[in-house]
Structures are given as structure tokens and as C-alpha cells.
């Protein structure tokens, strides 16, 4: 398109930006006003896509970072041909695509969930980092982000990843509106403070008038050009732009523009442009990840091999049997144990450093591009990392986390370095999978199971070396759980999983030796939770005493209440969690002194069967 045409493509977004929302009564307009002229030249000289085949290994990918610019992103599907007028005045309405904020749930032009702002940038790196060292397509990567959200570290985390891979595939659009939601931002139009932080992660920088379609049009072709650098091109608008009422004024974000008729008027009424997007180029399809026969390592019963250890060794083995597993860590793979695949398959680790909210979001950018990730850290670091994985959720995304160093049962570290509320994060995903192992055989098992499973799912690893209780050939289902020990007079029923389980099944032994049988389970799937098999030991025990090296919020006390929940009689339940704050001890002193040790366990369970003898 030529100028003129840009100028009016650009009011036209701008129209139906206000158009979108005064239908819904609801939305933000003026943050998509702002960047309709960096919207409409972008689209219609610059982009490479197919909406007819979202799916296309040539097209390039855009994300919106700045989310909640929803109206201006539909209104360029609407020039495109992708949604049609009627649809688009569906947004924000119950059961329309177009919701407030994209999800790619709804639409297969959107690449990732976006609205919690600074998440965009990141994962934008993540499918840019996925086109040049696992596709090597050309594709690019463009992302719109606002200038608000770059008060995030997240984007500076990935502002630094891109830099130091220089992903020259990647263009960041900052569209600079000086305001907020609730006033000016920190760096208002000083276009200069922004391009000097990108600037100092190596990036080259581009600052323009945003509301210039000739400088915006020079700048994209400068940015395909420069090569070895992302580029960030930082532009200069104003918030609700063309519309007097409205433009550079505060106390407007959020809201239907007050006179939408009056607006639209102004901009120059309702057009209805159509935009012949360019069409990617013919690109070869994607190579097909091999997936060769799968040789697990195995273990003999007996051996005291730590369940990060089994985890590293069947990620290893996962890598060579399935071409497109990727392993992601935050510089502690040596602790993780993905260190095992990062030595095996070099060309598919990808060490993040420690930058959690990087490393989820390059794996949420990796698994949009057909690559099943696996990233790892310590279960109390993805803490940082945690909204990445909600709206990893939100947008569907298959991502299998491993959190390692869980628990009071790590030791001398102390507790900055215990994971006590990752079941109860994961758990509250949607749709997730939580597993917690506790042998050598039985991590293998669930890491081998985890590459097929959809949405989030988070495998939970222990430091400390743990006997083998199972076979190489024992099977876990999802879903599922062991008995490792019954009888028909058990007197009650003891439910654990990791560390805990081997001490429930000392305090089991111990008990048993008194005359006290009790039953004891395995529950390593904690989400989906064994139902059948906890609901047949309260009836046959009437009892359950749950252990757990968590905190009792949200951890596996709460999985197992949670099978008890349609209507049906409670039965008598007592959890053993940590409850104090640790301080610095051996693994077996911290057990104890939590409350979750054989001893305590067996304790417990003398005083629920009314059997506690005076010492």
C-alpha cells in the first residue's frame, strides 16, 4: 500500500477499534488507537502470513504483548478477510471468539494468551528462539508491546536472552502513549531512555514517530534488514489518536470513548478496506520429529538412586527416542539433573540462566511451534515463574515443568531453597497434571508419560538418594496409585508420595511389628487424584492419614479431601504437613523436626487407633 492508503487503513482500524468496544460497552480503545498506524503498515507491507492456513511453516508470527489492544488486533483480522463485520461487533459478548483479552483457545491467528502484561516480549523470544536453532525457518517474529508493561522484568529478562542469542528474526514494536492506566508512565515520550535499555542488551534501535506510516514503513524494512541484533523500533504516539475528546488525555483506559458516533464521524466515518496480506514464502514443511523405539534406564530394586537423578537420565533417554523433546533449566541443571540431556542433545538444551520467567516463556514459545518442552529449576524458583505458567494455561500450552529440591528433606540449605507450596501452585492450575514420584523406576515412568499428556504439566523431584521399591517393568497411569501395603484388618490407611512414602512405610513395618496392620499408599498422581482406590480405604479403614513434605495448604491432604467431595461421607482425616519454618539441618533432622519422619507417622498412628503406649 502506499501512503495514503496506510492512512486510511489506519482509520479504519482506529473506526472499528471504537466501533468493537462500544458494542460491547467494554473494552480499549484508546490503547488500540494509539498503534493503529504501526497495526496497518505492518499488516499490509510487511507481514508474511496465510490466514487461510494459520499452521503454515513460513508464516510469520505476531504476538500482542500489550493484550488488552484486543479491538485494534480484531480489527486487523476483519481487513485481512479472517472475521467479518458482524463478528466483530460480537466482542467481548458470551460466547464470541473475540474476548477481551486474545487467547489462541478461540482464534488460531493468536500465538499466545496475552493481558497480564509483560508476557508477550518473552515468549516472543521463545518462538524466535524456536525458528533459528529448531525450525531454522525464517520466519520473523513480531511483537507489539506497550510501554507500560516494559516496567516488567520480564522483559528485561528477555530483552537480555534475545540479545545474547542474537535473535535477528525478532522485532519488538514499543508503542511509547506516555499513559498508563492510571496516569503517565515513568518515561512519559522520552523515546531515548527506552532505546538506551535496549540498547545495553545489544539491540539495535529504531526511535520514530509511530503516527508516521512512512517512517513506520522504513523502519520495519530497517529492521528485516539488520542482522546478528533483534531490533526494538520504539515509537512515539498518542493515546486515542484522531479523536480530540480523547487523544493524550488520562482518565480514559479501559472505556467505550463516551460519544462513539461523534468519534467515528471525526476519523472520517466507517470504511471497509481490505488488505491482501502478503503471503508467506514456500517454505519446505517443518522436518517430522522422529519418535524411535523408547529405552527408559532401569534400576534394581534395592538400589538408593535420588529421584532428580532418574529424572535426568530418563529425559536423556526421552530426547533420543523423540526428536521433538527440548530441555530448558535455569542454570542449575547440575542440580536438576537435565544437565544428562544437555550433554546428549546439545542442539535441543537451552540454558536460560537464571531467568524463570524466561525460561517458561521460551518453552510456552517453543511448544506453539510444535516442540515439547521440558524445563526445570528448583520447585521454589518457579515461584517467580508462576504467572508465565497461568497463562500458560490460559493459552493451552503443552509444558512439562520439573521442580526439583522439593520439600524440608533437601537439608542444610534452608528454607529459601525448599519448594513447600509448588503441589498447591500446580494443582491450581487449569486442567493440570501434578506427579510426585518417589523411586528411581517410577520418575522414569511418569517423564516417558508426561510427553503426551496436554496442557500444564509438573513432575516434582527430590535431592536426597531413596531406596527402589518397584520394578523397571511396573507400570504408572496417570490417575493412579500403589498399595504397597493391606490386609482385611487394617486399621487405618496412611497416604504419602515421595520422601514420605518411604517413611510411611518404616512407620508401617514398625506398626505392624505392635500388632497395629495399617494400610499405606502410594498417591504419585496427585492430580488426577486415585478416587476409587481412597475412597475403598476409608470405607475398608476408616481412617486416612495423609504425609507430606509440603505445606498443608493445597498439598496432598488437600488432593486427597478432594475425592470426597460429591456428597458422600467424609471419613475421619489427619494430615501430617510442615507447619513450622525450618531452619538448617540434615534431611533426617528436618524430617523429624517437621513431624513427617517413620517415627512421627507411627506416632500418629497410634493415637488415631487408640493403641499409643506410655513410654
Given amino acids: 500500500m502506499n501512503s495514503d492508503e496506510l492512512v486510511e487503513l489506519g482509520q479504519q482500524l482506529r473506526v472499528d477499534s471504537v466501533r468493537a468496544a462500544a458494542a460491547a460497552g467494554s473494552g480499549h480503545p484508546t490503547s488500540s488507537m494509539s498503534a493503529a498506524d504501526l497495526m496497518a503498515v505492518l499488516l499490509a507491507n510487511h507481514l508474511r502470513y496465510d490466514f487461510d492456513q494459520p499452521d503454515h511453516p513460513g508464516n510469520d508470527r505476531f504476538v500482542l504483548s500489550k493484550g488488552h489492544a484486543s479491538p485494534l488486533l480484531y480489527s486487523a483480522f476483519k481487513a485481512a478477510g479472517a472475521i467479518d463485520d458482524d463478528e466483530l461487533l460480537t466482542f467481548r459478548k458470551l460466547g464470541s471468539r473475540l474476548e477481551g483479552h486474545p487467547t489462541p483457545q478461540r482464534l488460531p491467528w493468536v500465538e499466545t494468551a496475552t493481558g497480564s502484561l509483560g508476557q508477550g516480549m518473552p515468549i516472543g523470544v521463545g518462538i524466535a528462539l524456536a525458528g533459528k536453532r529448531l525450525d531454522h525457518a525464517d520466519y520473523r517474529v513480531w511483537v507489539l508491546c506497550g510501554d507500560s508493561e516494559l516496567a516488567e522484568g520480564s522483559i528485561w529478562e528477555a530483552a537480555e536472552h534475545a540479545g545474547y542469542e542474537h535473535l535477528d528474526n525478532l522485532t519488538v514494536i514499543v508503542d511509547v502513549n506516555r499513559l498508563g492506566q492510571r496516569g503517565a508512565t515513568r518515561h512519559g515520550h522520552d523515546l531515548d531512555a527506552y532505546a538506551r535499555r535496549f540498547r545495553a542488551f545489544d539491540w539495535h534501535t529504531i526511535e520514530i514517530e509511530g503516527h508516521d506510516v512512512d517512517a513506520v514503513d522504513r523502519a520495519y524494512g530497517e529492521a528485516i534488514s539488520t542482522t546478528g541484533q533483534p531490533t526494538a523500533i520504539i515509537a512515539r504516539t498518542l493515546k486515542g489518536k484522531g479523536v480530540k475528546a480523547t487523544e493524550d488525555r488520562e482518565g480514559l483506559h479501559g472505556k467505550p470513548l463516551k460519544d462513539a458516533d461523534e468519534a467515528i464521524e471525526e476519523l472520517g466515518g466507517v470504511r471497509d478496506l481490505r488488505v491482501r496480506v502478503h503471503a508467506p514464502p514456500a517454505t519446505p514443511a517443518p522436518r517430522t520429529a522422529g519418535r524411535d523405539g523408547l529405552d527408559l534406564p532401569r534400576w534394581d530394586k534395592g538400589e538408593e538412586v535420588a529421584t532428580r537423578d532418574a529424572y535426568g537420565k530418563a529425559l536423556a533417554a526421552l530426547g533420543a527416542a523423540h526428536g521433538d523433546v527440548v530441555a530448558l533449566d535455569g542454570e542449575v541443571g547440575d542440580s536438576t539433573r537435565s544437565e544428562f540431556f544437555a550433554k546428549e542433545h546439545p542442539e535441543r538444551y537451552f540454558e536460560c540462566y537464571i531467568a524463570e520467567q524466561q525460561m517458561v516463556a521460551t518453552a510456552v514459545g517453543m511448544s506453539r511451534r510444535g516442540w515439547v518442552p521440558y524445563a526445570s529449576t528448583f520447585a521454589a524458583f518457579l515461584t517467580r515463574a508462576y504467572d508465565f505458567v ?107 508420595a515421595g520422601v514420605t512414602l518411604h517413611e510411611a512405610l518404616r512407620a508401617a513395618d514398625a506398626l505392624h511389628e505392635e500388632g497395629i496392620p495399617v494400610r499405606v499408599i502410594d498417591l504419585y498422581s496427585v492430580k488426577p487424584v486415585d478416587r476409587d482406590t481412597l475412597r475403598r480405604a476409608a470405607e475398608e479403614t476408616g481412617c486416612l492419614l495423609t504425609v507430606e513434605d509440603h505445606r498443608e495448604e493445597g498439598g496432598l491432604g488437600d488432593a486427597v479431601c478432594d475425592a470426597f467431595v460429591d456428597g458422600r461421607p467424609t471419613p475421619r482425616l489427619v494430615r501430617l504437613a510442615v507447619r513450622t519454618m525450618p531452619g538448617s539441618a540434615s534431611p533426617e533432622e528436618q524430617l523429624h523436626a517437621a513431624g513427617i519422619d517413620a517415627e512421627s507417622i507411627a506416632a500418629s498412628a497410634r493415637l488415631l487407633v487408640e493403641e499409643a503406649v506410655v513410654r
Avoid at 528433606?409 to 492450575?429: F, H, K, T, V, Y
Avoid at 528411581?440 to 516434582?460: C, E, F, H
Fill in 390 to 496: 497461568r497463562m500458560a494455561a490460559v493459552s493451552g500450552s503443552g509444558l512439562n515443568l520439573n521442580g526439583s529440591h522439593s520439600g524440608v528433606s533437601i537439608g542444610q540449605d534452608g528454607p529459601s531453597q525448599m519448594g513447600l507450596e509448588d503441589l498447591a501452585m500446580m494443582r491450581a492450575i487449569h486442567d493440570s497434571t501434578v506427579l510426585y514420584p518417589s523411586d528411581a523406576n517410577q520418575t522414569a515412568k511418569l517423564v516417558a508419560a508426561m510427553a503426551d499428556l496436554d496442557g500444564v504439566r509438573y513432575l516434582r523431584t527430590s535431592r536426597g538418594e531413596s531406596p527402589v521399591i518397584y520394578g523397571p517393568d511396573e507400570e504408572f497411569p496417570v490417575g493412579g496409585s500403589k498399595v504397597l501395603r493391606a490386609s482385611d484388618g487394617d486399621r487405618l490407611t496412611i497416604v504419602a
